[in-house]
DNA sequence: AATTTTTGATATTTATAAATAACAAATTCT
DNA sequence: AGAATTTGTTATTTATAAATATCAAAAATT
């Protein structure tokens, strides 16, 4: 794919990307904290963001400043996406998953050492990339939910 | 049934619902104007609350004041409730559903005059009743979608 | 090697959601 | 008939979530 195409490279330091999007740099790390966002790591632990990180911390914009979600309202909406049934967990592998149980942290923000998640990057997971938006979760809800 | 058991009796005004739960008055109608809680109404518009409501109410205040989720984002966790498989609406009622589409209100905040909630109380449906809690809809979403 | 930027942490500020207070008109109750 | 309560509305207060400001140490850049 053309690298001018490819929403998921690494490309900005935290300080553009604070620029990018008119907020301070510490904002995108409590972001991060919170689960929000999963920055690409370099070996130094210094953050690189990419278009679609952009995209995506533009979006969690809009829900905390238009429609006056407050983040952990953000992070246990993200605790509904239904993973399990994304990335096609095993039913054994369900009973020992902390996200599964859980209804206020995103799956991202688990450690999952024992299960299908287990070494996998979330950033590449469709759980992570597909449900920025609580749009997209409805949608989902209405495909599998007949 | 037995009165005592029953909850859903229509038993306490205003005054004495914001007594149980600690609040005031006003901030029972704005819970109500949001969309939170539907409160039973005698002919001359006067509320009346159960022991149900009661409930409810003393769940949302966890919501907003421990889980720290704002009254917009309880807004839109219960926009996600899935009504249609609940009340087995048809394919052709959901098209003409604004609460179907809808991401931020919940249902029963919606006029529903040509589907097969028309002239249903929400207070009696097992939407509004078994979903006031996040932690039910998690399991809801585990039972129908594998 | 020197400059710039990043890191995490703490302390502070700001914006605003949530709750309260006060009002006159209508309703209920004794 | 009169007292108490409810109604809806507007204006105000309060609590706190979200964002900013500072800091020294580490890393990156030129």
Redesign the pocket.
């Known amino acids: 794919m053309d690298d001018f195409e490819n929403l998921d490279l690494p490309l900005f ?4 990307a604070a620029r990018l999007l ?11 904290r ?1 689960g929000l966002i999963v ?1 690409f ?7 690189l963001y990419s278009k679609a990180d952009i995209e995506r911390l533009s979006c969690i ?1 809009k829900t ?2 238009e429609s ?6 953000i992070k246990t909406i993200y605790s509904l996406i239904p993973c399990w049934d994304i990335v096609n967990c095993s039913l054994k592998d369900r009973e020992n998953c902390e996200s599964y149980k859980s209804h206020s942290n995103p799956c991202w923000t688990f450690q999952h050492v024992y299960n299908i998640c287990a070494h996998l990057d979330c950033r590449e997971c469709d759980v992570y990339k597909n449900f920025a938006e609580c749009k997209s979760l409805k949608e989902k809800l209405k495909l599998e939910i007949k």
């Open positions: 330091p935290i300080s553009v008119d907020i301070s740099v510490h904002t995108l790390r409590m972001y991060e919170e920055p790591k370099k070996e130094s632990n210094h953050r914009r905390i400043n006056k979600i407050s983040i952990n309202g």
